[in-house]
């Protein structure tokens, strides 16, 4: 009988252990619930916010899962998605780790769609942060108004997000002070001459930018670098150091139509733009800049530029497509295997590049399927298969179908 009862004892405690330890789904409908909810959201809980529409300016501070257990908030159900709506920021989350945000719709604020902070402690940034399948939209719409805030993040993730009409001087995404992420399938539209589409900038590092869509993504659609007040850069900045704006930047398998500026490197040290696409930029495919020249900052250095495949018109096209500022080292940056292609006058395909090419491709069609369809692969028959942001697709599927092949064995 003593036996019995201890058994009885020792699954009445696996129980309650089981239970303490269980994950928690929420489902709210209004914007109470909601701000409930996330107050008091341990590690492990899912909140699904059911179709509707919720008040933004829903500030959110210490929002924290584990590791294996982050706190998730996202869409019921992602085809009728909930909408975030107006405020200043829809939504604010302040040192925050391992959180996820997916399948929600931001709209209509006045100053940032989301943003997501260290909350000013640079030593503690928020981390672990996942964002996948947001919609951002109509923010601003005027002055430095961002659709996603990064100040102070690092190891995170935007996935397949779509980022529309921000504010005009701001950016579709802005990073401010971030580490080790990567921006993949999202797309970024607005206006050619209008902000930024992708910023990373104040002692940003290791940043990946992969098979994005930049269409008329602001003046500058990708900027790898910018201009930031001293004392917003993350890590801190001390006497005596060695400082750039951005560094380690990857730009890879991305598609940009339009944009006065394709691709804007400014005060960065060290990066890269691959396999990308760019059709029909309104001056530049590429830009040169430094804007930080404070004492320590290093000039835009280092950068390499290869596999890109640039079609353009000669009236739409300055400076051979690259405008370099003062204060830079363009000598360091490195140019291989570009395809460039005038489409009225292939005779003008040359670029004015700060360094000799290696094995670059001027003047040839590259045969696009319907550029005016937005579709900028090439077809079969092309010799500019293996440039260009169809060029990186085709290279990852190939790497995915050997890795399936191998565990297959």
């Not at 996330?38 to 300016?57: D, F, R, S, W």
């Not at 003046?219 to 930031?228: D, F, K, N």
């Not at 430094?290 to 300055?318: H, K, M």
């Not at 290696?358 to 692969?377: C, T, W």
Request: net charge neutral; hydrophobic share 35%; glycine share 12%.
């Amino acid at each position: 009988m003593r036996g019995g009862f201890i058994a009885l004892v020792c699954v009445a405690l696996n129980f309650v252990l089981c239970v303490a330890h269980a994950e928690t789904t929420v489902v709210v409908s209004d914007t109470q619930s909601f701000r409930k909810a996330v107050l008091n959201a341990k590690p492990g809980t899912t909140i699904l916010l059911k179709p509707g529409e919720y008040k933004g300016g829903l500030y959110f501070p210490g929002v924290r899962g584990e590791a294996d257990k982050p706190i998730v908030i996202a869409a019921e159900d992602e085809t009728n998605p909930p909408v975030i709506a107006g405020g200043g920021t829809c939504m604010q989350f302040t040192d925050a780790a391992y959180l996820e945000l997916r399948g929600l719709v931001l709209s209509g604020a006045t100053f940032n769609g989301l943003n997501i902070d260290d909350g000013g402690t640079f030593d503690t940034p928020a981390h672990h942060i996942t964002l996948r399948r947001l919609k951002v939209r109509d923010i601003g719409p005027k002055g430095n108004c961002d659709g996603i805030k990064l100040s102070g993040v690092t190891d995170f993730l935007i996935e397949e997000c779509t980022i529309e009409r921000w504010g005009d001087g701001g950016q579709g995404i802005d990073m401010v002070g971030c580490h080790n992420g990567l921006i993949v399938k999202c797309t970024l539209r607005y206006e050619d001459d209008k902000g930024s589409g992708i910023q990373a900038k104040g002692g940003s590092s290791n940043i990946t930018v992969r098979q994005c869509r930049f269409e008329s993504a602001g003046a500058r659609a990708m900027q790898a670098g910018g201009s930031t007040g001293l004392e917003f850069f993350r890590p801190p900045l001390k006497p005596g150091g060695t400082y750039s704006e951005a560094r380690n930047i990857t730009i890879e398998g991305c598609t940009f139509i339009g944009s006065t500026g394709a691709i804007a490197f400014v005060g960065v040290d060290g990066a890269i733009a691959r396999f990308n696409t760019i059709y029909r930029p309104k001056r530049w495919a590429i830009r040169i800049l430094q804007e930080t020249t404070a004492e320590g900052f290093v000039p835009c250095r280092n950068v390499q530029f290869y596999n890109n495949l640039i079609v353009f018109r000669s009236d739409e096209w300055r400076e051979g497509g690259v405008n370099i500022g003062p204060n830079t080292a363009p000598q360091t940056f490195v140019f291989e295997h570009n395809w460039w292609y005038c489409i009225d006058k292939p005779q003008m395909s040359k670029p004015n590049l700060p360094t000799p090419e290696k094995d670059g491709i001027v003047g040839v069609d590259p045969m696009l399927v319907d550029p005016e369809a937005g579709d900028l692969s090439v077809k079969p028959e092309s010799k500019a298969t293996k440039v260009g942001a169809h060029a990186f697709t085709a290279k990852k599927e190939k790497q995915q179908g050997n890795k399936s092949d191998i565990g297959s064995r």
